[in-house]
Structure formats: C-alpha cells, structure tokens
C-alpha cells in the first residue's frame, strides 16, 4: 500500500496535521523538526508515522520523493489494520469535510 504524503521541514514540532482517504488513496499531511539534508527529514517521517499509526517502523519504507515536499510512503503490512489506525487518528478528515 502506498501512501500520499506531504511533508514540511524545519517545523517547530513533529505531528500529523491531516489525514484524508480520496478516490486517489491515502493523503497524509506531515511536519518534522529535522531539516531536509542527508536524509533527516524523510527518517524523521518514518519515525513519525511509525509512532502516530502504531506499526513499525520495519513496515514503512520511502517509495520515491527523498529530495521533494510531496513523498510516497511503502506500507508492508497488513492493509487492513493500517486502514483502520489511519480512521481511527484524530487527524483524519472524512471526505468532503475542510
């Protein structure tokens, strides 16, 4: 399963701001303290998602945008579960709800 994510650096705090399930899939939006070089920020987001969504980290793995705000994140696990922690987190937006 793959995961939409926008991340911001450099933020006073690590948190999720926003979780939203569109037609697309899954759309995280993500803020990390860590600055975005030689990796900080992307391990730091790993950290992050691994802790808010209760999977381990073993299970999360960068699919593509390493240098870039917007990232694929690779969950391998079980979907089910996943979907139901990503619901369940008091950042999640259900559709057409600003």
């Known amino acids: 399963m793959l995961l939409s994510v926008r991340l911001t650096p450099r ?7 926003g979780i939203e399930l569109s037609p697309d899939g ?6 990390v303290r860590a600055v975005p070089e030689k990796g ?13 969504l209760g999977v381990p980290k073993s299970t999360l793995s960068l699919a593509s945008g390493s240098k870039g705000r917007e990232k694929r994140v690779r969950f391998a696990g ?6 139901h922690a990503l619901r ?3 950042c999640f937006r259900p559709a057409g709800i600003a």
């Open 11 to 17: 933020a006073s705090s690590d948190r999720v701001d």
């Open 26 to 31: 899954w759309r995280i939006e993500a803020r």
């Open 40 to 52: 900080f920020a992307n391990e730091a987001l790993i950290r992050l998602l691994a802790e808010a």
């Open 78 to 83: 079980d979907e089910a579960s996943l979907g």
């Open 88 to 90: 369940a987190h008091s």
